[in-house]
């Protein structure tokens, strides 16, 4: 984790954006935007605004605000006054970025820019193919981003999550959370069963449960993508949008998801709900539901034990995509 300024989730092995000069390849919406898992790139996980004083050396990081409210009304980044602000002294020399507040003083690396712009990362990590790290753009934003610098993205993320990665810290509670919802009552997640049991089948694929389910990265875009779960002959459609507090329609779609929550927690946290997820099968809206039910047969899990349909589907999106928070 990039010290205490970027709140990362696990966007972990997912990320990145075109391989040269690793900018943005296009807009979400743009078919010519999709990430190839056999070269680098970068995924958005948060966008934010900032300004940059030359004279005085002040950088301000600007976050946008999404929360609930006094009265119970949603306040989103068009209705609040003011958005919360973090200052800094920021100094660059030889590449290495220096920011001073107070006592305090973290450093960065400078990547593929020119000071203030570019790609900020831990030189602590920067010889890591899967990294996290601040990209500064034009018009004063700036982003969260997870960045991969490889040619293979899942044999380089099932052979780096148990190596100290920072990036995939919380890799291996996501993993058994996700392996939890397939043990029997009561019954424990093996950790050195579970680690063994995961494999990357090729650049784009994962497997589990000695092969019986393969999870399939497809479409990966710098905010979206979508996961082919299959299992035996069954292939179902988990499909994710990021969202960003940066955006009212965003911070309007969570806040609903929030109170449609009957699991939900007493205050509204935006992170909770950072992206929206849709699963259908090729010509079945209930493919999800027909492949947990294999599921549940192959493992011989008791059919009292709920398994709904859209919590597997996040936890889908989770496994991949989601433990760097």
Same mark, same amino acid.
């Given at each position: 984790?990039?010290?205490? +300024? =970027?709140?990362? @989730? ?6 990145? =954006? ?51 409210? #006094? +009265? ?12 919360? #602000? ?46 996290? @790290? ?76 000695? @092969? ?12 979206? @993508? ?11 459609? =988990? ?87």
């Amino acid at each position: 984790m990039i010290k205490h +300024l =970027v709140n990362f @989730g696990i966007l972990g092995a997912f990320a990145l =954006v075109s391989s040269a000069a690793l900018v943005a390849c296009g807009d979400d919406s743009s078919s010519s935007g999709v990430f190839s898992m056999e070269s680098s790139f970068e995924m958005v996980l948060s966008k934010a605004k900032y300004s940059y004083n030359k004279k005085d050396s002040t950088l301000k990081q600007i976050y946008p605000v999404c929360k609930e409210g #006094t +009265l119970g009304n949603l306040v989103g980044p068009k209705d609040a006054d003011e958005w919360d #602000t973090v200052t800094y002294k920021a100094y660059e020399n030889k590449g290495i970025i220096t920011l001073k507040k107070g006592a305090e003083e973290i450093k960065y690396s400078l990547d593929d820019g020119a000071f203030p712009r570019g790609f900020w990362a831990d030189p602590d990590y920067d010889s890591k193919r899967i990294q996290n @790290g601040l990209r500064f753009e034009k018009k004063d934003l700036f982003k969260n981003v997870v960045r991969y610098d490889g040619n293979c993205l899942m044999k380089d993320y099932y052979s780096l999550f148990r190596n100290g990665v920072p990036a995939l810290e919380n890799m291996d509670a996501t993993l058994a959370a996700f392996y939890e919802r397939f043990q029997a009552d009561g019954a424990k997640v093996e950790e050195k069963q579970m680690l063994s049991d995961i494999r990357a089948l090729n650049c784009s694929e994962l497997s589990m449960y000695d @092969g019986l389910v393969k999870l399939k990265a497809e479409n990966f875009k710098s905010s979206s @993508g979508t996961i082919k779960v299959t299992y035996a002959k069954r292939t179902c459609n =988990v499909s994710f949008q990021l969202r960003y507090a940066y955006e009212q329609k965003d911070c309007e779609a969570a806040y609903e998801d929030f109170k449609n929550d009957t699991k939900a927690a007493p205050k509204f946290n935006f992170d909770d709900y950072y992206f929206d997820v849709t699963y259908t099968g090729k010509d079945d809206e209930y493919c999800l539901d027909y492949l947990i039910l294999d599921l549940k047969k192959e493992k011989g899990i008791p059919t009292t034990k709920s398994i709904k349909s859209a919590d597997f589907a996040r936890g889908v999106v989770k496994l991949v995509v989601d433990g760097l928070k």
